[in-house]
């Protein structure tokens, strides 16, 4: 079930960069929480940011230095920049959203009612 809408995959070579996109504007999530999860084949999905109203982002070790999670309270998007990325981070990334006030990685799927669609993102060597 669609609840928030990505943007911003696609396909790069490795050591280069992407920005996913996530549309919230149905919900006022300024207070929530906000994540990005990625699922590589044959593996379970995985937060790999958080970015809570408070507390600074929170980051899996996987990425940590590489991506970078912002969101834009006015318009209700959040943001994922990925740099420097690696044939590894090759995943269907989903954001999610919840009013949970617990916000850092690594945050469970269940604890998330707000997803994205998913969006493919594929590094090449």
């Known amino acids: 079930q669609v609840q928030l809408v990505e943007s911003g995959g696609g396909t790069v070579q490795a050591g280069g960069s992407l920005r996913l996109s996530c549309d919230a504007s149905r919900y006022t999530f300024a207070s929530y929480c906000l994540a990005w999860f990625r699922q590589a084949l044959g593996k379970e999905r995985e937060a790999v940011a958080t970015?809570?109203?408070?507390?600074?982002?929170t980051y899996a070790d996987s990425v940590k230095g590489r991506f970078t999670i912002s969101k834009d309270n006015a318009k209700n998007i959040f943001s994922l920049q990925m740099n420097s990325l690696k044939p590894e981070d090759t995943a269907m990334y989903y954001c999610?959203?919840?009013?949970?006030?617990?916000?850092?990685?690594?945050?469970?799927?269940?604890?998330?009612?707000?997803w994205g669609q998913g969006t493919q993102v594929t590094v090449s060597s």
């Open positions: 970015l809570g109203r408070v507390r600074a982002p």
């Open positions: 999610a959203a919840t009013s949970n006030y617990a916000c850092a990685v690594p945050m469970p799927v269940s604890g998330f009612p707000y």
